[in-house]
């Protein structure tokens, strides 16, 4: 190694080292849930703490699925979350194309409506929303799951700004060649933009599995809670001492994490590209 190269890892350990304790620093907690998830019960609050467990119990995760429905949580949450993802990249994605490439009356002025709604929080239209599916009678069904999520402000920009980035020529000559809008639309510009559309998805992923609020509303049956709403009604208590069994709540946490996790590890590579392509910067 050169000396210059030297001198500029020694410059830079600094900051790494610090970024590297951060970043352990910020996985304790999540440490925490998956170790306590495999102790026995009434070992989580023992003292001095243990971070790892001295006895390793696996048998927290086979009783989630035994002491409640959590099988069907996941189907919940697995259907309602792919059809909400899907549905939101075809319909905003379609939007954002209008927006970008098509001229009519208006259009601007549209934009700026939709952009003024980002800045509405969900709580007022919480309740027309609900009385609007009520109307429908789509309480405890997919559809008042579903239908809600489909479509997002912040996505339609988000993509918008990514249709900005093709040139013009390309449609300019796929028009020329007789190709109509959406051969357009399908064949050139949505292969182009990829990782924003792969943003999109992962910012739907998350929002809908990790959703709370408007499940607690529409699923009022058991068999129609998804994920996050089967962890709040998860109260499983230790016959000894009445408290909540913590071994169990973190197995429960753990599992509805992994889809997460995994999800944003596949797609990491086309998230960091698609914001950058976008032009979002935070």
């Given at each position: ?6 001198l ?40 001095p ?7 390793w ?14 099988g069907?949580?996941?189907l ?17 994605a ?52 579903i ?41 050139i ?63 429960a ?30």
């Amino acid at each position: 190694m050169s000396r210059k190269a030297l001198l500029g890892a020694l410059r830079t350990a600094p900051t790494y080292a610090i970024l590297a304790l951060l970043g352990a620093f910020m996985l304790v907690p999540f440490l925490w849930m998956v170790t306590t998830s495999l102790k026995p019960s009434g070992t989580t609050f023992s003292y001095p703490p243990d971070i790892f467990p001295t006895t390793w119990d696996f048998g927290n995760y086979v009783n989630l699925f035994t002491l409640a429905p959590f099988g069907k949580y996941l189907l919940n949450s697995v259907v309602v979350t792919a059809v909400t993802v899907l549905g939101q990249v075809a319909f905003c994605a379609s939007a954002a194309y209008g927006f970008a490439r098509l001229s009519f009356a208006g259009s601007k002025s549209v934009f700026v409506l939709f952009l003024a709604t980002m800045m509405i929080p969900f709580q007022v239209t919480m309740i027309p929303l609900f009385l609007i599916v009520f109307r429908f009678n789509w309480v405890n069904t997919y559809q008042g799951l579903i239908v809600p999520g489909i479509s997002s402000a912040f996505a339609i920009f988000l993509l918008r700004q990514a249709f900005l980035t093709i040139p013009r020529d390309y449609q300019d000559a796929a028009r020329i060649d007789g190709a109509s809008e959406w051969t357009v639309f399908f064949r050139i510009f949505l292969p182009l933009v990829k990782p924003a559309l792969a943003t999109v998805a992962v910012f739907a992923f998350m929002g809908t599995w990790n959703d709370l609020l408007w499940p607690l509303l529409i699923a009022r049956d058991e068999n129609m809670r998804t994920v996050e709403l089967g962890l709040a009604y998860f109260n499983v208590t230790s016959s000894a001492y009445q408290q909540p069994n913590w071994p169990l709540m973190m197995a429960a946490s753990v599992v509805s994490l992994l889809p997460v996790v995994l999800v944003y590890i596949c797609a990491q590579r086309y998230f960091v590209a698609g914001i950058s392509l976008s032009g979002v910067k935070g």
